[in-house]
């Protein structure tokens, strides 16, 4: 017969809140009173079922990720960092990565809340009213990654988008650029859309650089074939521009395509920065200069966000803007 | 209070163990029962608590996914297929990326163990022992995918590899290439390395062209990085050649990067051709023609095979092999 909790706290000689405690990762107990719990369990070859201790302390030890609408190449990056601190922290993730299907992420969310996650992790995109119903019936906590939400008093793990897209724009303007345009995401996306529209307009204007409507192209969204469309506009509307600021990297590699095809030379005739810092912006080439979201780094935080907020119901959560940077790769040049 | 599943038996007017089997997707009842369950349900709001079922039908309705040393890029297709079939089957997928830490796999698998979830998908790694013998511990369905085991018999959900290989050779060969290298995998991995090199050999042999060994530069892993440093080798050895082979996409976009680099036009003075057909080989410049596995089908199928396995314990396992196609794309040119 498989050892139960009772024989570990047997063995070890401690109570069966205490082994629990320690199984759960909750405080409480010496480093000695670990030591000899760990011994006990290795000793006995007890394996907890998490099943049956979801029903002890009413936690299944699982956490929800959503990444709604979001490039395959940035959710797995921030998944990486999610699954790292949950891990760490005793918890497993289930994924819903409704990436392809927008639409899905009500019935997902129905779903993670039909497992009884102990938490969830919702991923780049506006929180809409029904997604905050459902958060409330559940009744547990819930941190943003990449996102943030106006409306709702959510806790995030974000970089400023205003600032990354002003900063972006200012490094073109610091390398002799005067003629700048930017393809954009969407004006109806508050969090990652006109934020960084906003900061480009704004970088602009503290350099005395009028902002005139021509300069800008907007998107549905954030993917390579939107660059691939935008930039041939934007050449069309604005000649003069040498360079261009893309809101993602997706969007950024598509301009290069573009570009290529229509045999102008990045960056000798035309400088792009990206957004994002994905795998791909070293990958194509010439490499992509572009503003650095730490990604994996955004994930991890919110993992343990979210894990501390489970294993302690009265810590207030704290939504942190993490540090972003600019990575200079071979696709802007230093104007004379 | 919440009703419970007796709350919905009683107002359908049928049994609970009936509930219970049309809330687990089983067979057994009639369309016009469901309909009067569903109804009921509806009705009452009843939310099933997974963790409960759990100790009904000793299910978890939860399968879990491991992918190891998986380029991010291959696994996030792979798993949207699998999520597909996962939750239209009524199960949630627990997701671990061991991607950045090949080692981590068995702790991983002790992990879904603890879970006890109903089955488990494995990507893109040979089967160790260990993992076969924790496999059997867990005493459930293991579907491969994008894998296959030469010592354990588990049913697999893959592309031919060796065919692959063949195939993009030979179409390098129809296209006027006589002097063909390739940018291999591992020596030592038996799946995707050493057939995807069989089969390029067999095809140069099949059309009278003699294989020597400066004709292959083969490498630990499958990523930019490896053909990125590949590229310089396999030119310095074997300078003649007009074509090349690369194992994976990641591979053949490095060799691209190279390529740029040393100022050697692709496809004008050297072709190249690829496999996988991920998302960055539509984005990279040229587009690159490459060898197209239907990742997130073959995810799709995996999915389905194991939710039919965990449902009906009696159901023969049968592996299969999806056809893979050649996307021609701009990365390969005609020799006259």
Redesign the interface.
Known sequence: MNPTIKDVAKKANVSIATVSRILNGLPGYSEDTKKKVTAAIADLGY??????R??INRR?Q?IGVLFPNVS??L???V??GV?RAA?EAGF??????T??SGSRTL??LR?L????VDGVIFASEDIKDEYAEIFKEMNVPVVLVSTASQKHNLPFVRVNDFEGAYRATEYLIHRGHRQIGMIGGSNYDPIAGVPRMEGFKAALTKHSLPFIDKMLVTNEGYR?NDGQQSLPKLLHQFPEMTAVFAASD?LA??A??AA?QLRISVPDQLSIIGYDNL??S??????LTTVSQPLVKMGEKAGEMLTALIKEKELEAKSMYLPFTIVERQTVKRMK
């Open positions: 394996q907890p079922n998490a099943v049956a979801g029903l299944t699982t395959g190449m959710s797995s990056e998944l990486e699954e891990h497993s993730v289930i994924v819903c990565n990436a392809s019935k997902y779903l809340q039909e497992k009884r390579f997706e590699i598509g290069m395509s290529h795998k791909i070293e990958m194509c080439y010439p490499p």
